[in-house]
């Protein structure tokens, strides 16, 4: 895949640099090469480098995957013609304009709440919702969680997490705000069962029930809690975590029963 290098005014970076620049790891620039987004120039020693035109792919690629795109499909719309880095540019501007709309609106209502409890009233259920619905919980991949992942899960399982990932996102978010409501509890309340229940078939669609899989995203939880770093960028605490896993055996010791 790799090609011979080109002749060009282009500044050619290493992998180890265009890695720190983005913000990823270099597992994560091999991960887009495998899967043909990438194509770095080789130099005369045969080291792989990435000029400007990769580097705008790059960010194109990692745009879309924020936005929620699969690798297969940003493979096609790439595949559709070279990036047009200035409508990207009007796509995230718009995205973040978005998103700083959303924040403002949100800092807006927690200020409206504060007002109310500073001057002795209530938050009625209308504006609790509201409040529970402006930021949902969901796993911030900093650059030392993509470290992490990239010691834990092999490249295959990267890609697989990769492709399976942004289609649970809301369903993880919805179920960790019921396990809030459930931690203080015991784990094996038919509701805590229904919801180990639901939390043990998302994870049998990411890990595509594969023992491997499954093995590696519990270390990528229990490594991840081990760093109180790590630890912030996780939608979890532990104490939650560990209850979620009652939950799930729960649920299997009911199915088991009946």
């Known amino acids: 895949m790799t090609r011979l290098k080109r002749p060009s005014a282009q500044f050619p970076d290493g992998a180890a640099d265009v890695a720190r620049r983005f913000g990823i790891t270099i597992k994560t620039l091999r991960l887009y090469e495998s899967a043909g987004l990438l194509e770095p120039v080789r130099d005369a020693h045969g080291w792989r480098t990435y000029g ?18 699969t690798i297969a499909r940003i493979g096609a719309l790439l595949d559709e013609g070279a990036p047009d880095v200035a409508a990207v540019l009007d796509l995230q501007e ?3 304009i978005d998103q700083r709309n959303r924040v403002e609106d949100s800092l807006i209502l927690i200020a409206h709440a504060r007002r109310k409890l500073c001057a002795g009233g209530t938050i009625d259920a209308a504006a609790l919702a509201e409040l529970a619905r402006a930021e949902p919980l969901r796993l911030r991949w900093t650059p030392a969680l993509e470290a992490l992942g990239a010691r834990v899960f092999t490249p295959d399982q990267q890609r697989h ?15 960790y705000a019921e396990l809030d409501t459930l931690v203080d509890g015991s ?44 630890a912030a960028s996780l939608p979890l605490d532990r104490r939650r975590w560990l209850f979620l896993g009652e939950a799930m055996a729960a649920h299997a010791r009911d199915g088991d029963s009946k």
């Open 94 to 96: 718009q995205a973040l």
């Open 52 to 69: 400007q035109a990769e580097c705008e792919r790059l960010h194109v690629i990692l745009l879309l995957r924020r936005f929620g795109l």
């Open 187 to 230: 784990s094996d309340t038919p509701q805590a069962r229904a919801l180990g229940g639901r939390a043990a078939a998302l994870i049998a669609r990411m890990t595509g029930q594969d023992g491997g899989m499954r093995a590696a995203l519990t270390r990528f939880w229990q490594d991840g809690f081990s760093d109180p770093a790590l």
């Open 161 to 175: 997490l990769a492709e399976v990932a942004p289609s649970t996102e809301r369903e993880w978010a919805e179920l």
